[in-house]
């Protein structure tokens, strides 16, 4: 197998593992999705493909299906007898879902296998702390790790501020300041992507996300918002959503990426510092409302805790959608169908677990 190639798309030991494990089958990597096929890479280059009626059949939902991101195993390298097969999707390392439209259990997988996600917010009308944790909560629930990169540095008077209203919401995740405006205004970002690993953008529409993707590009690849306005639709001049970017990194931009909002997600991440409180409830199941021996009420009092932060806290749980299966359980699942043997899921297991605490 000539992984030389596909280390170019992103390919790590892991998934070369794994790949093992199908005799007869060939790597690939889907970077782009339509309704019913695929584009993948492979170590010959570029093939369209669709999954096997045994695959569709044995699918228990949207989240079984390939996605832009994924790692398959294909039965061909070429096109000449038609579209390549995909008869198993490798076990995810990161995955960005969410709800599918009109339903309230099915998930859509929008991306998967992306090391590294942008959460982007510009400093001037789109700065919004409480917006910054639900963008938190979805990238810790990917897997992914996060990076917080705020746009529109020109229009901003108040950096200072902005950036300490920031840290009192994340300590730990790293944050990046940049500017479209000035030749090097994203230099600092360069240095989270690095040959082989994949990153994503998240954020609201119009806080730079294009003019970031075309900037680390080299090239207006993407149609930024003053382009579209007069042009029809986004994208115009490619629908790729697997770009190879001139230094080695992929970067992924799908339509469901753009529109990601929270739907799911473990709070207890980005909430760290409530849930400490939390544990101290007198009730386990506390909503900190009314409760006797509320201690997340008590820090409240004391100073310990901002009650905006609480109120978002709990707004957030609500909005949660816990029917159905969260990324990680998904995951889970899967590699329960996968292995057979209980040993091989338990290693797989303990690096999900290794992976998460990182
Ligand atoms: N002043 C200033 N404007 C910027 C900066 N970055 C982007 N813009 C402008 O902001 C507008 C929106 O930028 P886009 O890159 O299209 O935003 P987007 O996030 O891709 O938007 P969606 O595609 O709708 O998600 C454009 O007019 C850009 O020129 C910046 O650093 N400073
Ligand atoms: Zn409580």
Request: charged fraction near 25%; charge should be neutral; aromatic fraction near 8%.
């Amino acid at each position: 197998m000539n992984n030389n190639f596909l280390a170019a798309y992103g390919l790590n030991d892991r998934f070369a593992q794994e790949a093992t494990l199908y005799q007869g089958l060939y790597l690939a990597r889907v970077i782009e999705q339509y309704r019913d096929f695929y584009h993948v890479i492979a170590e010959n280059g570029e093939l369209q493909a669709e999954v096997s009626g045994k695959f569709i059949f044995n699918a228990r939902n949207n989240a079984d299906f390939p996605t832009v991101g994924d790692w398959v195993m294909i039965d061909r390298l070429n096109e000449h007898s038609g579209n390549a097969i995909i008869h198993q999707v490798l076990r995810r390392q990161s995955v960005f879902e969410r709800k599918a439209a009109g339903t309230t259990h099915a998930v859509q997988i929008v991306a998967a296998n992306i090391d590294v996600v942008f959460i982007c917010m510009s400093l001037n009308y789109d700065f919004n702390v409480r917006r910054l944790e639900r963008y938190l909560t979805i990238a810790f629930n990917s897997m992914a790790t996060p990076v917080i990169v705020l746009t529109k540095a020109d229009l901003c008077t108040d950096l200072d501020r902005k950036l300490q209203k920031i840290s009192d919401v994340c300590a730990g995740t790293d944050v990046i300041v940049c500017s479209s405006m000035t030749e090097n205004g994203y230099r600092d970002i360069l240095t989270y992507i690095a040959n082989g690993k994949t990153v994503a953008l998240i954020g609201s529409s119009g806080v730079g996300k294009s003019t970031l993707i075309n900037r680390l590009l080299g090239q207006e690849v993407l149609a930024t918002r003053e382009i579209r306005d007069d042009d029809r639709g986004r994208h115009t001049t490619t629908s790729r959503q697997l770009l190879q970017l001139p230094n080695g990194g992929l970067v992924i931009d799908t339509p469901g990426m753009r529109e990601l909002q929270i739907e799911s997600g473990d709070l207890a991440q980005t909430f760290d510092d409530i849930a400490e409180f939390a544990h101290k409830c007198r009730f386990k199941d506390c909503s900190h409302t009314t409760e006797p021996g509320c201690a997340v009420r008590k820090a409240i009092e004391n100073g310990e805790l901002l009650q905006d932060r609480v109120n978002s806290y709990q707004k957030l749980q609500k909005e949660l959608a816990y029917e159905g299966l969260n990324s990680r359980q998904l995951e889970q699942e899967k590699i329960k169908n996968m292995f057979g043997s209980k040993g091989e899921m338990k290693q797989a297991m303990r690096q999900i677990k290794n992976k998460k605490q990182r």
